[in-house]
């Protein structure tokens, strides 16, 4: 780690590596777990309703570091608070190992609620090691490091989840996130003594709202109209968990409005700046979170994963591929579930032609029988924290140019130009899905790799962006709770990822959805571009 940054630094960026290697293998497998048939070890789910669940799950996951942040800027702290909130992220993954849906529920409410402790207040404590003059300069800098070290633990747990689920079975692969947790608190406890200077209570000031108030008038409304609208006959937006969620970030939304309203002068307008910036964020989210849902059902049925005859024999040595025989049973072809048919009075259980050979192109179906080798589909999601990790020294030395050159950009006008070169990773897959016929023929994975790519310069320009820009604009004494609320963009965001997610069985030409959402990227880069001379004028008069 650079000597040049606060000893802190390599602590947290290995707490967090292991945080997110936990995390990135639950969500790596969490839509493959739900769709995959009971007698496969999974929960038989419909693709519909998983991405709806995959998307209120991550989205509720992101929702409660508003009440983290808030909890840890008033009463707990920030180690307490990250302590607490690792020990029931690690107790969820737990729970997930236990098979069947006995604790499937309890164990998501876990992590959902540890999140919201460790998340916000772990990335407000870096950027509270920066506060100092010594550092303050390196703050970008350090939250790119950060980032990285995200990036390793997402990219290396997908590995050891095919490992994991291949050789154990999904319980096993659960229990392997679980013990990252809890790694990741280890590495923290050791490091205490080089960020406890760091976490500093803010005590409220008279414009503050009081705690007690907050949970009255913000969580209160907030449980009771989303528990309404989850029980209120029909549905207004699709499903009962879309309803639930939407009604209840209403009332956070009105907090954070409010925040603004009731602030004094000097903090109106980075209150303001922030705010924006956040809402414009919200459509960087909803695209770049179907990785787990739109793109992992690309990878999973329309995309060539068979395993290249240079790197079978390791791939199977290290448990990263599955096996999958060209096999017809049954008169209803092409599913992934079974038929039941009686031969002399007595019913067997018949599983249909595997799923995957129905759009692979005939030079490359094997004959009847016999059996292939498939890398496994979380595996692809290995490839945007892989080029995270490539791209990240890239990035920071072009920024690096660009300030010698005195013409770096300042950090509102990187998140416009993430926003931009986000939206173009989807035009990448719509080439994808004329290049292969709309799906009637298996896509080269080099199209995943090549999107992947163009939404990972998107993200390093935005989301490490994002955090420093939170801890360099928020009132000292609300800047946990502003995290809360970069937090809570991403969680809206997430959100809208799963119910896009939902529609795309309904979309006939595949294309037409990768359009959809590069329009909304695209009209949310054009706001954040025209919005950047106001924003930029609000950086100059609080940062210098």
């Not at 992590?111 to 970008?140: A, C, M, Q, R, W």
């Not at 803010?202 to 029980?231: H, N, R, Y």
């Not at 005939?362 to 892989?386: K, M, R, V």
Request: net charge positive; charged share 15%; aromatic share 16%.
């Amino acid at each position: 780690m650079n000597k040049k940054h606060p000893l802190g630094l390599s602590f947290l960026f290995f707490t967090e590596m292991w945080e997110r290697f936990g995390y990135y293998l639950m969500i790596g497998i969490f839509q493959l777990y739900l769709t995959t048939s009971v007698e496969k070890g999974g929960l038989g789910m419909e693709r519909k309703d998983a991405a709806d669940i995959y998307g209120t799950f991550i989205a509720f996951v992101f929702l409660t570091p508003f009440l983290g942040g808030l909890l840890a800027d008033r009463i707990l702290g920030y180690s307490k608070s990250i302590f607490i909130g690792g020990i029931l992220m690690g107790l969820g993954y737990l729970g997930l190992a236990i098979p069947g849906t006995k604790f499937f529920a309890f164990s998501l409410f876990l992590i959902v609620l540890g999140n919201g402790f460790f998340k916000p207040n772990i990335s407000t404590l870096l950027g509270n090691l920066y506060n100092d003059e010594k550092y303050k300069h390196l703050k970008d800098s350090g939250y790119n490091i950060f980032y990285s070290g995200i990036n390793i633990g997402a990219a290396s747990c997908t590995f050891i989840a095919a490992f994991m689920r291949n050789k154990y079975g999904w319980s096993y692969a659960f229990a392997t996130a679980g013990i990252g947790m809890f790694v990741g608190l280890i590495v923290y406890f050791i490091g205490l003594k080089h960020y406890k200077h760091a976490d500093v209570l803010k005590p409220a000031q008279k414009e503050d709202m009081p705690l007690s108030k907050i949970f009255a008038t913000v969580f209160l409304p907030a449980i009771v109209v989303g528990l309404s609208a989850w029980f209120i006959p029909g549905n207004i937006f699709g499903s009962d968990s879309t309803d639930a969620f939407i009604f209840a970030t209403i009332p956070i939304i009105v907090f954070y409005v409010g925040l603004y309203v009731k602030a004094s002068l000097a903090d109106k307008k980075p209150i303001a700046a922030l705010l924006t910036i956040m809402l414009v964020s919200v459509m960087f989210w909803a695209v770049f979170k179907q990785n787990g849902t739109a793109l992992t059902t690309w990878a999973q049925f329309y995309t060539d994963r068979e395993t290249p005859t240079l790197v079978k024999s390791t791939a199977e040595t290290l448990y990263q591929v599955e096996k999958v025989t060209n096999k017809f049973d049954s008169v209803e072809a092409y599913t992934d579930k079974f038929s039941l048919i009686k031969e002399n009075g007595i019913v067997k259980k018949v599983w249909d032609k595997p799923v995957y050979f129905k759009n692979l192109q005939p030079a490359l179906t094997p004959a009847e029988n016999t059996e292939i080798s498939l890398f496994n589909t979380e595996l692809f999601q290995s490839i945007n924290p892989l080029w995270v990790i490539i791209l990240t020294p890239v990035v920071v030395a072009f920024f690096v140019f660009l300030k010698k050159k005195k013409a770096e950009p300042s950090t509102a006008s990187k998140i416009a130009f993430g926003l931009l070169i986000s939206s173009l990773s989807t035009l990448v897959m719509v080439g994808a899905v004329y290049y292969c016929d709309n799906g009637n023929m298996k896509a080269s994975p080099l199209w995943l790799i090549g999107c992947y790519g163009v939404v990972t310069i998107g993200e390093l320009f935005l989301s490490p962006m994002g955090l420093s820009l939170v801890s360099k604009l928020s009132p000292k004494r609300l800047t946990a709770l502003m995290m809360g609320g970069w937090f809570l963009s991403t969680s809206i965001g997430n959100k809208l990822s799963g119910i896009l997610a939902t529609m795309w069985d309904g979309y006939e030409n595949k294309a037409n959805f990768f359009l959809v959402n590069f329009a909304l990227l695209g009209i949310s880069a054009i706001i954040m571009f025209m919005l950047l001379k106001w924003l930029n004028k609000i950086l100059k008069e609080n940062l210098e």
